[in-house]
């Protein structure tokens, strides 16, 4: 079980487009998800929270208008990177998590990632 | 602020050793801990999870040990093998409703 998939694995695209990316709780309610970013040879820097149906909240020096999180379902949450350039090249990660022991969440299960390349 | 750091940064060692990873925090008032596995390229492979009122974990070949007190854990690789080459990274959840942080992880080659 707490199976995440994440859609697509991998895109290129070009300067200026954007790019939705999709992470699905396949066999569980995720009542929080999270993306991450990671660079080459870096660990993984949060990005954002979010709530279903609630607003997401971003870590300090991600843009909100760059970066647009929905959580429209229990399963599903999209980032769409907008007017992409190639700076935003990077590995994309979602986590998602449940409500457990009176907490929201007590750990995380991880999507296998996406590659986004920028020309 | 939590902050995690893992050391070593790199290491190769050959094929059948025995090796510790290291990984610290800073804020004690932790939920739990928990061990990764990172292939190039691929997304996150969860390997040991300790809460915080356990000492340790251990699954197969290995086991992760924690010490909240001191803001310490450590993940024992026993036997190594060339199939253990990877990055490790060490992730905190903290007490409160906030999300994993993570170290920047330890690359590991096991040379056969």
């Known amino acids: 079980g707490a199976v995440v998939s994440q859609h697509p694995s991998w895109v290129i695209c070009k300067s200026g487009t954007s790019v939705k990316i999709e992470c699905r709780s396949l066999?569980?309610?995720?009542?929080?998800m999270f993306w991450y970013r990671q660079f080459p040879k870096q660990s993984l820097m949060l990005m954002a929270t979010?709530?279903?149906?609630?607003?997401?909240?971003?870590e300090q020096g991600v843009e909100k208008d760059k970066f647009l999180i929905n959580h429209a379902s229990l399963t599903l949450s999209t980032l769409t990177v907008t007017s992409a350039h190639p700076e935003d090249s990077s590995f994309y990660i979602c986590?998602?998590?449940?409500?457990?022991?009176?907490?929201?969440?007590?750990?995380?299960?991880f999507g296998p990632g996406t590659r986004l390349t920028v020309l | 602020k939590q902050e995690v750091t893992q050391i070593p940064a790199a290491l190769s060692v050959p094929e059948g050793e025995n090796l510790v990873l290291n990984c610290s925090f800073t804020?004690?008032?932790?939920?739990?801990l928990q061990w990764f596995r990172q292939d190039p390229g691929k997304g996150l492979t969860s390997l040991l999870l300790?809460?915080?009122?356990?000492r340790e974990q251990t699954s197969g070949r290995l086991n992760a040990s924690l010490d909240k007190s001191s803001g310490r854990s450590t993940l024992y690789i026993a036997a190594s093998q060339p199939g253990d080459s990877a990055t490790y990274l060490c992730?905190?959840?903290?007490?409160?409703?906030?999300?994993?942080?993570f170290g920047k992880g330890t690359r590991l080659s096991v040379i056969a």
């Open positions: 992730a905190v959840l903290g007490s409160g409703n906030t999300p994993l942080v």
């Open positions: 300790i809460q915080s009122s356990q």
């Open positions: 979010s709530n279903e149906g609630s607003k997401a909240t971003y």
């Open positions: 066999d569980f309610q995720a009542t929080t």
């Open positions: 986590s998602a998590a449940r409500l457990a022991g009176g907490r929201s969440y007590n750990e995380q299960f």
């Open positions: 804020d004690s008032a932790i939920y739990n």
